[in-house]
């Protein structure tokens, strides 16, 4: 399987439009990937709270609706990043889209936990409340967001729901870099799953970007992994290694607590 990270660099001299347009392209550019991963609120900048409200679209707004063309011209799955979503409710929520090659809208997910301390993104959108996972032709993608790879349990969540290629896009601050790389390998290593950790460069609102998007195997191994400029980070992977790493190593049987629910 052949995936690509594309680590947008977000700039404040650039318009939301442009970006748009350029990110649009380079998603055309991978034509021939299996899978295309984006960043978090790549259109405004993860920090630039003050452009959430001004830039919040429907779910199938005008990012999706050049995302889910730009998936359907490179024949792509596109996990487009997130955007700011304006519900039908009023409420903002930092959601992100999965599209199909033919540019279906195959799944939205509502970041559950939001970042901030009782300020920014923590009291500006409001939070999610699902699990989403997508099945590929290939893998099953379990999907998070940024300060979601802090809080091991929801990934633990969608393990049991079937993920293995937990992808996560990202506006992390370079000021906690080593944080993002040691929480990739962790959430890796206890899932016996692949990662793919796409984030962003530039700096915007005044917080420099981490970059260093990073694709991690189920041993913990790191793949590939991006400086800190806007860059395409483009690995192979053989899904089927987690099956095997589960097998021969099978950890994940002898969990004892936060067990789901036996069915029927």
Known sequence: ???????????????????????????????????????????TGAFAFEAFDAEAEPLQGPTYEAMAKAASDAGVWLHAGSVPER???????????????????????????????????????????????????????????CYDLRFPELFRGLVDAGAETLVVPAGWPERRRSHWTLLAQARAVENQAFVLACGTAGTHAGVPQAGHSIVVDPWGEVLARAGGDEEVLTVEFDPARVARTREQFPALKDRMLGLPAPRG
């Open 87 to 145: 519900g039908p409710d009023g409420h903002l929520y930092n959601t992100s889209l999965v599209l199909s090659p033919s540019g279906d809208l195959a799944a939205a997910y509502r970041k559950i936990h939001r970042f901030g301390f009782d300020k920014g993104e923590a009291v500006l959108m409001g939070a999610g409340d699902e699990l989403v996972t997508v099945r590929l032709p290939e893998t099953t993608l379990g999907v998070a967001t």
């Open 1 to 43: 399987m052949r995936a690509s990270l594309i680590q947008i660099a977000v700039n404040e001299d650039e318009s939301v439009e442009a970006r748009r347009r350029r990110t649009a392209a380079l998603v055309r550019e991978q034509a021939g990937a299996d899978l295309v991963v984006l960043p978090e609120l790549w259109t």
